[in-house]
């Protein structure tokens, strides 16, 4: 299937709101007459974990009659107290989605059919052993977002001897993490709730949303904590803000390196904990010195007496001050300097002081689970290296083994290296970089799996489409999702009997294992290895069910202690980093690309989340879909005066082009946005035919990316990409 860029006029898109709208497409009206029906019948509740999103928040099931009458937070799980978001209330009712899938689909001469569960499980190992034979396991790999039941995938994948597990971390979050980790042994959480002065650089919790974040940083501010949001655009974390800075996209590392330089030349930093916790700091003076506030200020946007003023401010707060970790935004898998921002991030912090301290950066209490071994053998693990090079010198010696680089499957397919495939939950033709390479990837190889509730994109081109139930109808392993000053244990468990003839991931991984010959590896019920996880932390599955989350293990205390770095402490110089060719201190990098400032139609194309929006998931979803075209949300953001040099005015459609892309949509003028960068929100772009509420309503940003792989940890560094915008 070819991908079609070019897009429907919006105008003609927006005309239909009014349809999409009615009633009768929502299937309301039948719910409104089997409400009144049911009104008195009696209504069951079910603790559950809500699947809209990654944070998989807690929940309660209200059902009556065997259908879903609501929904609520779980007021228990840490994550989010009580409330759900707006994707959580939209997306469970995907699960009355007539586009979901019915029953197993082999894809016969272009088209789906039927099949059984049986016929399907049989032909599928029949080709496996046959790719097993002639092209060996490591030709083999499976790829998901990672979830809970990511341990079984793994075990699946090593049954088979199989290195390639991957989750879509490189698309996601992977500097981010291997910074911490290279600095302070692991990635931390935010004591928001007890900050005085919250920093947040590229991240946007209430609308890449957090909802336990969101109410911790109302609550500081309430308590009288002030935050500052650095952001290239005004988003909606900057709506709760005392200030907003707005940043040159690419360049937060200059902002850092000027904070770290006043640290550093005013002796505002916690001189104790620097002395007694950390290694490196006489570099850090030696090389900081090179970027003072008036140099950043030059390269970032931000005035040289800001700078120095919030850096007064931040050091007066401190230790119960932060700089918030971060997650995507800038510090993911953006930028060629997304690494050493990171690292920079990382060290601004420990030297306010706040390592492990209360309003600082805190190391969230884990729950260990326990493990299927001794009882249930466990595969050898396989042989060699993952193809794609992470933890490899010379190749991506800083990328995360237990990943991958998820983007570069195409790449490993392309090059007959992976053979065969099984997606799950994870849709790489929308949401990784260049869709034109990705598919070409995808289609090369002699077998691909999907496994999902409907046909994706990357599904509507598998040669089998595994249907997975709906995270409603189905009960999976214990999670740890919600761990913070007390790790919390939670689970997944089914509201409502399956509507179709769909199964559980977990039920699916066991079953593809056993018609594989891998039997002996899964000669467990899932209740068995959920009793398996629980038995360390002297939590019983039958309260876990009754509750839906459950507290564990000791509470979080102040203090550092060890770290789970070569040193021990903190490690402001690296000597690992420097050992592998990398600067043992952060130290100013470009970004890869830069719009040249004389090209009136030059923009660097950033992206990011909307409050109502789960990646590329949920657009298919009526309710949230009549949000965006209610609030004309799906439009590119343009800042005002660089549009009137374009001839723009509000709401004029535009053409986008990329070296590998193009595609049209309407803009928004602002004045919340950096003039050098056009925003697209990142929910839309969807051209799955199957998907029929989402299909051809916006743009995605990967359609403009060309495939990258940043030279320390391989991510897709999803915001270097230089786009020509011109009006049509
Ligand atoms: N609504 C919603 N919430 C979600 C998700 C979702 O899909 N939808 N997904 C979840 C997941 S998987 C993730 S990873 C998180 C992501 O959470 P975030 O990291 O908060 O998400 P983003 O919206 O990608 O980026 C945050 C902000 O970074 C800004 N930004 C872009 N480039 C730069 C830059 O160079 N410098 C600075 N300072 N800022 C920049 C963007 O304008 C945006 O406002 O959200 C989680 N929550
Ligand atoms: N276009 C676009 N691309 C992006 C992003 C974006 O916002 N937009 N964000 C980036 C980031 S931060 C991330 S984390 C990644 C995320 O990207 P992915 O890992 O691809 O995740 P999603 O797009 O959330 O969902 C993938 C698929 O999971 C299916 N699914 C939902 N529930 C279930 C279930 O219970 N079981 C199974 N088997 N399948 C299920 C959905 O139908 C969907 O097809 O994408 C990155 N790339
Ligand atoms: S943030 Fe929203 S969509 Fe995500 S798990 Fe929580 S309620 Fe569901
Ligand atoms: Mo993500």
Not at 108 to 127: H, L, R, T
Not at 331 to 339: H, M
Not at 655 to 680: A, D, F, M, Q, Y
Request: aromatic share 8%.
């Amino acid at each position: 299937m070819p991908l079609k860029i070019s897009r429907r006029g919006f105008l003609k898109g927006s005309a239909l709101t009014a349809g999409a709208l009615s009633l009768g497409t929502l299937g309301a009206l039948d719910f409104r007459t089997w409400a009144k029906t049911n009104a008195a019948a009696p209504v069951r509740r079910v603790p559950t974990i809500c699947n809209g999103c990654g944070n998989r928040c807690g929940l309660f099931a209200y059902v009556k009659n065997g259908r879903i009458w609501r929904i609520e937070g779980n007021p228990e799980a840490n994550g989010n107290r009580g409330v759900l978001c707006p994707k959580g209330h939209g997306y469970l009712h995907d699960l009355y989605n007539p586009n979901r899938i019915r029953s197993p689909l082999k894809r016969v001469d272009g088209k789906f059919q039927p099949i059984s569960w049986e016929q399907a499980y049989q032909e599928i190992a029949q080709k496996i052993n046959l790719i097993l034979m002639e092209n060996g396991p490591e030709s083999v790999f499976w790829v998901n977002y990672p979830q809970p039941n990511h341990a079984y995938a793994l075990r699946f994948m090593h049954s088979l001897g199989s290195p390639h597990y991957f989750t879509h971390g490189s698309t996601c979050y992977t500097a981010r993490n291997a910074a911490w980790n290279h600095t302070v042994g692991k990635l931390p959480s935010n004591d928001l709730a007890n900050s005085r002065y919250i920093l947040v650089i590229g991240r946007n919790p209430a609308g890449g949303v957090d909802l336990g974040q969101v109410k911790d940083i109302v609550r500081a501010r309430e308590n009288g904590a002030k935050l500052i949001v650095v952001d290239p655009r005004h988003s909606e974390t900057a709506i709760l803000a005392d200030e907003w800075l707005p940043i040159k996209p690419g360049t937060d590392l200059a902002l850092l390196l000027a904070m770290i330089n006043v640290m550093v030349a005013e002796r505002l930093y916690d001189a104790r904990f620097v002395k007694e916790n950390t290694v490196g700091f006489e570099q850090l003076e030696d090389e900081i010195i090179n970027y003072p506030p008036q140099w950043a200020e030059k390269v970032c946007d931000i005035p040289a007496a800001t700078i120095v003023r919030i850096t007064r401010e931040i050091c007066r707060a401190k230790p119960h001050a932060l700089i918030h970790r971060g997650y995507h935004g800038a510090i993911g898998a953006q930028y060629l300097n997304s690494f050493q921002t990171a690292r920079a991030l990382a060290i601004a912090n420990a030297l306010l002081g706040n390592i492990n301290r209360k309003g600082g950066i805190y190391f969230a209490q884990s729950a260990g689970l326990g493990e299927l071994q001794p009882t249930h053998p466990i595969p050898a693990g396989p042989a060699g290296p993952k193809a794609d090079g992470t933890g490899i010198p010379g190749r991506y010696p800083l990328g995360s083994y237990g990943d991958g680089i998820s983007h570069a499957i195409p790449e490993l397919a392309l090059r007959g290296i992976l053979k065969c495939g099984f997606v799950y939950h994870h849709n790489p033709l929308r949401t990784n970089p260049n869709p034109k390479r990705v598919i070409a990837g995808y289609k090369k190889l002699d077998l691909l799996v999907v496994i999902d509730p409907v046909l994706s994109e990357t599904a509507s081109i598998a040669h089998y489409v595994l249907p997975a139930s709906f995270y409603l109808e189905t009960d999976e392993a214990v999670d740890t999702k919600h761990s913070g000053k007390r790790a919390q244990v939670s689970i997944q468990q089914k509201a409502i009997e399956p509507l179709f003839d769909s199964r559980s991931g977990f039920q699916i991984i066991c079953d593809l294992a056993k018609h594989l010959g891998s039997a002996r590896f899964f000669n467990f019920t899932l209740d068995e290895a959920n009793e398996l996880r629980l038995k360390p932390l002297g939590a019983s599955l039958k309260e876990l069910r009754a509750k839906g989350v459950l507290a564990v293990g000791p509470s979080w205390k102040e203090g550092i202690g060890k770290l789970e770095t070569p040193s021990g402490k903190v490690e402001i110089a690296s000597a690992t980093l420097e050992g592998l060719g990398y600067p043992a201190i952060p130290r100013w990098q470009e970004p890869l690309v830069s719009p040249d400032p004389k090209d009136l139609h030059a923009f660097r194309l950033i992206h990011g989340k909307q409050a109502m929006h789960t990646h590329a998931m949920t657009a298919n979803q009526p309710y949230l879909m009549a949000i965006s075209r209610r609030y004309d949300l799906i439009r590119l953001w343009i800042n005002r005066s660089r549009a009137e040099k374009l001839s723009l005015k509000d709401g004029d459609m535009v053409e986008i082009k990329s070296l590998v892309g193009e595609g049209k949509i309407r803009v928004k003028l602002t004045e919340g946005l950096h003039p050098s960068c056009v925003w697209l929100p990142s929910g839309y772009g969807v051209f799955s035919k199957h998907l029929t509420t989402a299909y051809d309503q916006g743009l995605s940003y990967n359609d403009f990316l060309p495939t990258l792989f940043d030279p320390t940890v391989g991510h897709a560094m999803s915001s270097e990409v230089i786009v020509q915008v011109r009006k049509v």
